[in-house]
């Protein structure tokens, strides 16, 4: 399979500074069968209570796995999703909200161009014979700088990796039985597979929809607006 390599609503009232930035953090293995269950309110509770100045909670995704943190510090994606992590005894990976920002229409104009009328930009979804995927991605958080083979599986289609760190996908909505297929486990794989035997040590990966990218996106623009 040809790889492309690609270069580089819940609303909060918090007010921000001009010189706060945004960060996206994905939680790995909650709400999920064999793992803990965490609500809105046991993450608000959890993120409130650490007594860091520095990196406070902005926003909530739909499925609490998909959280905005405001840090005064710059480039500190590691450092809150440590912080995160710390507070909540879940594996975490961070990205720069300016880095989603990026991430969303290069995936949607990547979709276009391989799928073409196939696409729905607005659902974010391709409809091929054998039913409907959504486009997504996969976040990990360790980088592979040189090339790794990643195999499509039946219901994973892999497109082009964004960066080092970060691989564009399509899943399948749903088996022939009519089961529903989850960004899950079976997303995740297809990359932490790889990524362990190019870096020999292991990799955290975690995946989300573009639509769920889409909704942390405008919870970040929503409190930068809410500062002018």
């Known amino acids: 399979m040809l790889l492309l390599r690609l270069r580089d609503s819940n609303r909060s009232s918090t007010r921000i500074s001009a010189c706060t930035h945004l960060y996206c953090v994905f939680i790995y293995g909650i709400n999920i069968r064999g793992c803990p269950t965490f609500t809105r309110t046991t993450i608000q509770e959890r993120l409130s209570c650490s007594g860091q100045d520095d990196f406070t909670l902005a926003w909530i995704g739909p499925r609490p796995d998909t959280l905005v943190i405001k840090s005064q510090t710059r480039d500190a994606a590691i450092y809150v999703a ?60 360790h980088g592979v700088p040189g090339p790794v083979v990643m195999k499509d599986t039946t219901v994973v289609k892999v497109l082009a990796r964004f960066q080092e760190d970060t691989v564009i996908v399509l899943k399948r909505e749903q088996m022939d039985s009519g089961v529903r297929i989850t960004w899950g486990e079976r997303v995740n794989k297809v990359v932490r597979s790889p990524w362990q035997s190019a870096l020999s040590r292991s990799v955290l990966c975690t995946s989300r929809s573009v639509t769920t990218l889409r909704k942390a996106l405008e919870a970040s623009a929503n409190l930068s607006h809410n500062h002018q």
């Not at 991430?103 to 391989?114: E, F, N, R, S, Y």
């Not at 486009?135 to 990990?140: D, E, H, R, S, Y």
């Open 82 to 141: 440590e912080w995160v992590a710390r507070q909540i005894d879940r594996p975490v990976v961070g990205r720069d909200s300016d880095c989603i920002g990026t991430l969303c229409p290069k995936a949607v104009d990547l979709a276009k161009i391989q799928f073409k009328e196939r696409f729905d930009p607005i659902k974010c979804a391709v409809k091929l014979d054998n039913g409907l995927w959504k486009l997504g991605a996969v976040f990990a958080n």
